[in-house]
């Protein structure tokens, strides 16, 4: 189910309804009742599927209280080790299975022998599950290294790994977040509720109005990149920029919205990454629960930054790799994971890692300044052109799009393959640049303005451009749903 269908605008206010006014009495009940909403939210897309989640949900539950219960060592660890070995599996098979396979039977190829028909497998990747796995790790994580204690309440425990907002696309949520809310009593909080309205409507905005509309263009310069000059590849992968941005971050508004209908609070997963002015501090704003969950999982176990420069700065590419990996089973990803590990590694040897750890760009100012501007166009260009590897199919798709750049480096207009007005497409995202820099010192209140008639005018603009820019015809698909 999508949150830009109508299923879900079907689905979404029956949830609630029955949630605060037919099972709001006991705190179990109403566990109960959104493990069922979730449960069906996910098997509207493969019923099947519901067991991984379920399997997944049993092993760290009852792991999570035998790391807890035991007093030795070595049995924690073997417990926590079972934790990990079987979500990487579960992982591992579905979504890695057929590109171990492929990269192997490539490599035999080369010595004259044919395994492909004998080894590869039809295997449906299912919704989330890089989601949920993490999620489910983290959990048992955290008891192993005594940051949290387990549940008893296996309900609660199973709410957590598959509530509906952030099931298929995150934020991932932590434990001591997600998990100790979900255990807590809940009350109706109209403001709380009107906030979640506000941020799912802004998500449909920037899902359906940047993303969506975007997606046409985007696919056919990549698909038919032979065949186009430098100017209109640099709009592509600048545009992509953009597509994915409003796609994610969306996905991420509606998720955190949703869940304050229910009164929970999740992370923020995106903090105006545009106006990032190095590479860190773009991965400090980009997928923040990825992030963090790297960090605290794998950066700092490796010894993180308090090593030695040398294991730090491999560490640092370990993470990025490893990030690369987990967006997709391709070499693709992997080369974008490296090339980021390549620009963030000189700003880790300059110190400059952390200079913008909680700083908004001109948070005093209404505009850069002409320094911010050009840190800022510099890492937007960066992160872009490592795009170029993030949205090819194969690394000789990605190597012939940048050399098509250099070797046919020329200017030429370029014609919507819908027939519609470019000139629209630059100033809405003009417009969007301009509102999301105005809105930058708070990720989670896009409508913030003094006067109601501004805000309910803003409402009807918002409103009106996702009726014009919908398109039957464009898939509605969130691109984080194949990770």
């Given at each position: 189910m999508l949150f830009n269908s109508i299923d879900f605008f079907i689905f979404l206010p029956i949830v609630f309804v029955s949630y605060w006014f037919l099972f709001h009495k006991k705190?179990?009940?109403?566990?109960?009742?959104?493990?069922?909403?979730?449960?069906?939210?996910?098997?509207?897309?493969?019923?099947?599927?519901?067991?991984?989640?379920?399997?997944?949900?049993?092993?760290?539950?009852?792991?999570?209280?035998?790391?807890?219960n035991s007093d030795n060592q070595s049995k924690r660890k073997t417990w926590l080790w079972i934790s990990v070995i079987f979500n990487i599996s579960l992982l591992g098979f579905f979504k890695y299975y057929n590109f171990f396979v492929n990269s192997w039977v490539d490599f035999i190829s080369i010595l004259g022998y044919d395994l492909k028909s004998t080894w590869t497998l039809q295997i449906i990747l299912p919704v989330g599950i890089s989601f949920y796995t993490f999620q489910t790790m983290s959990y048992?994580?955290?008891?192993?290294?005594?940051?949290?204690?387990?549940?008893?309440?296996?309900?609660?425990?199973?709410?957590?790994?598959?509530?509906?907002?952030?099931?298929?696309?995150?934020?991932?949520?932590?434990?001591?977040?997600?998990?100790?809310?979900?255990?807590?009593k809940r009350v109706f909080n109209y403001v709380q509720c009107t906030e979640g309205l506000k941020l799912i409507l802004w998500g449909l905005f920037k899902k359906v109005v940047i993303a969506d509309s975007i997606a046409p263009i985007v696919d056919d310069i990549f698909a038919n990149y032979h065949s186009y000059p430098a100017s209109t590849l640099i709009l592509g992968v600048s545009l992509f920029s953009f597509q994915v941005y409003g796609d994610f971050s969306g996905y991420s508004d509606i998720a955190i919205g949703t869940a304050k209908l229910f009164g929970i609070e999740l992370m923020s997963n995106f903090k105006f990454p545009v106006f990032s002015r190095n590479v860190a501090e773009y991965w400090q704003r980009w997928h923040v629960s990825l992030s963090t969950w790297f960090r605290h999982y794998v950066y700092i176990p490796l010894g993180g930054s308090?090593?030695?420069?040398?294991?730090?700065?491999?560490?640092?590419?370990?993470?990025?790799?490893?990030?690369?990996?987990?967006?997709?089973?391709?070499?693709?990803?992997?080369?974008?994971?490296?090339?980021?590990?390549?620009?963030?590694?000189?700003?880790?040897?300059?110190?400059?890692?952390r200079i913008y750890m909680n700083n908004v760009v001109a948070e005093n100012n209404w505009f850069p300044s002409v320094k911010e501007i050009i840190q800022i166009m510099i890492t937007f260009s960066l992160v872009t052109f490592s795009r170029v590897f993030f949205r090819s199919e194969s690394i000789s798709d990605a190597f012939g799009f940048i050399k098509q750049c250099y070797t046919n480096f020329s200017y030429e207009s370029y014609h919507h393959p819908l027939g519609y007005r470019m000139i629209d497409y630059y100033i809405l995202l003009g417009i969007f640049v301009w509102y999301e820099f105005r809105i930058r010192r708070d990720e989670r209140a896009p409508f913030k303005f003094k006067s109601k008639y501004v805000r309910f005018?803003?409402?009807?603009?918002?409103?009106?451009a996702m009726l014009l820019f919908y398109d039957d015809n464009v898939d509605r698909s969130f691109i984080y749903f194949q990770f």
């Open positions: 705190n179990k009940i109403q566990n109960t009742f959104l493990l069922v909403a979730s449960y069906i939210f996910y098997g509207l897309w493969d019923w099947r599927f519901l067991f991984l989640i379920l399997a997944s949900t049993l092993v760290d539950f009852f792991v999570g209280q035998a790391i807890h048992s994580l955290d008891i192993y290294y005594k940051r949290l204690s387990p549940t008893k309440d296996f309900i609660a425990f199973a709410t957590f790994v598959s509530f509906f907002p952030q099931l298929v696309a995150g934020p991932i949520e932590r434990a001591s977040n997600l998990l100790s809310q979900i255990t807590a308090r090593v030695s420069k040398l294991k730090s700065v491999r560490n640092i590419i370990i993470i990025f790799l490893v990030s690369g990996f987990w967006h997709g089973a391709n070499w693709t990803f992997i080369a974008w994971g490296a090339l980021h590990a390549v620009l963030y590694i000189p700003v880790f040897l300059m110190g400059r890692n005018l803003v409402y009807a603009l918002v409103i009106l």
